[in-house]
């Protein structure tokens, strides 16, 4: 099965703070994704990438960045937290090899930050 | 642009009883819509991947339908159980663009 383990289930950081949040994905896929979720507005696409040391940038990208070192690993960095940034963090991954309109995204459980 | 409307965007039956979720989207041009299960503060499991050449999928008890020119998608799920109980969301996808998500319906199913 595939697997993606989000680093932490529950944050909590201060405001101003570097905030790291690392996603790591076992099935060799080439797309790795960031998304928030918030009561409401539902799924919002933050970064995007297609392959190692890329990134494309999603719905809402201000105040994030992102690093993709190594295929499996994709990491949000919030460069200086902000209360607005409290949120639901979802990682996903997936493949288009084999057939292109197969492309199922694989969820992690999570990572629900709160900044005080 | 694409976007995703599912209504209703909340849902109480009781159990035993067949439902249906909505889906629609705007750009009929698209390659896949995939059909989500989303449990209270976890991650999203895919349920149904239906690619745009089919009309549906079925994996037990459920069963999604894709009318790709009317731009609309429907989850059908049979018995209803309280194990149901859940957030679905529907996306849709074209090529290798990252999915565009509705915003979801929740579903309670009453023992």
């Known amino acids: 099965d595939v697997k993606v383990t989000q680093s932490s289930r529950y944050l909590v950081k201060r405001t101003g703070e570097k905030v790291f949040l690392e996603c790591v994905q076992d099935?060799?896929?080439?797309?790795m994704f960031w998304y928030r979720q918030d009561p409401g507005l539902g799924l919002r696409l933050i970064y995007f990438?297609?392959?190692?040391?890329?990134?494309e940038k999603g719905d809402i990208p201000e105040g994030y960045s992102v690093s993709r070192e190594k295929k499996e690993r994709f990491s949000l960095i919030l460069e200086s937290a902000s209360t607005n940034q409290t949120s639901m963090y979802l990682c996903?991954?997936?493949?288009?090899?084999?057939?292109?309109?197969?492309?199922?995204?694989?969820f992690g459980a999570g990572t629900r930050l709160s900044v005080l | 642009k694409q976007e995703v409307t599912q209504i209703p965007a909340a849902l109480s039956v009781p159990e035993g009883e067949n439902l249906v979720l909505n889906c629609s989207f705007t750009?009929?041009?698209?390659?896949?819509l995939q059909w989500f299960r989303q449990d209270p503060g976890k991650g999203l499991t895919s349920l149904l991947l239906?690619?745009?050449?089919?009309r549906e999928q079925t994996s037990g008890r459920l069963n999604a339908s894709l009318d790709k020119s009317s731009g609309r998608s429907t989850l059908y799920i049979a018995a209803s159980q309280p194990g149901d109980s859940a957030t679905y969301l529907c996306?849709?996808?074209?090529?290798?663009?990252?999915?565009?998500f509705g915003k979801g319906t929740r579903l309670s199913v009453i023992a």
């Open positions: 750009d009929s041009a698209i390659y896949n």
């Open positions: 099935m060799d896929h080439e797309n």
């Open positions: 990438s297609y392959d190692v040391k890329m990134k």
């Open positions: 996306a849709v996808g074209k090529g290798n663009t990252p999915l565009v």
């Open positions: 996903a991954s997936s493949t288009i090899r084999g057939h292109l309109a197969k492309n199922i995204q694989y």
């Open positions: 239906i690619q745009s050449s089919q």
